[in-house]
């Protein structure tokens, strides 16, 4: 069992910056795909990226290619999402997400959760 811890969520300017983090608890935490999740007021939860236990394979939502890049560490039990070129459309709660067996884009896939940080863009 993980749990997950995320930060780094705030207000910031379309066009401007944000990393988010997620602190994972437990010393298994490396044999964990990650993902990262965001969900919009009204809207679904939907994927953004995600990254293989070691960090070898990365994947993105169309929405994220290019301006959001995943990695993790795994000596530290983190894994971060760097978004740049930010947008109003990318203000939701994001979350950051575990599983075994693959990165999947698909929430109903994922075991553990965290509680989610807020991102919002201003225009």
């Known amino acids: 069992q993980v749990q997950l811890v995320e930060s780094g969520g705030g207000l910031v300017q379309a066009g401007g910056s944000l990393q988010l983090s997620c602190a994972a608890s437990?010393?298994?935490?490396?044999?964990?795909?990650m993902g990262w999740f965001r969900q919009a007021l009204g809207k679904e939860r939907e994927f953004v990226a995600g990254?293989?236990?070691?960090?070898?394979?990365?994947s993105y939502a169309d929405s994220a290619k290019g301006r959001f890049t995943v990695s993790r560490d795994n000596a530290k039990y983190t894994v971060d999402l760097q978004m740049n070129n930010l947008k109003p459309e990318d203000t939701a709660l994001y979350y950051c997400?575990?599983?075994?067996?693959?990165?999947?884009?698909?929430?109903?896939?994922?075991?553990?959760w965290g509680q989610g940080t807020q991102v919002t863009v201003s225009s």
């Open positions: 997400a575990a599983r075994l067996n693959g990165v999947s884009s698909s929430p109903d896939n994922y075991d553990y």
């Open positions: 437990g010393r298994t935490f490396s044999i964990y795909d």
């Open positions: 990254i293989s236990r070691t960090g070898s394979i990365t």
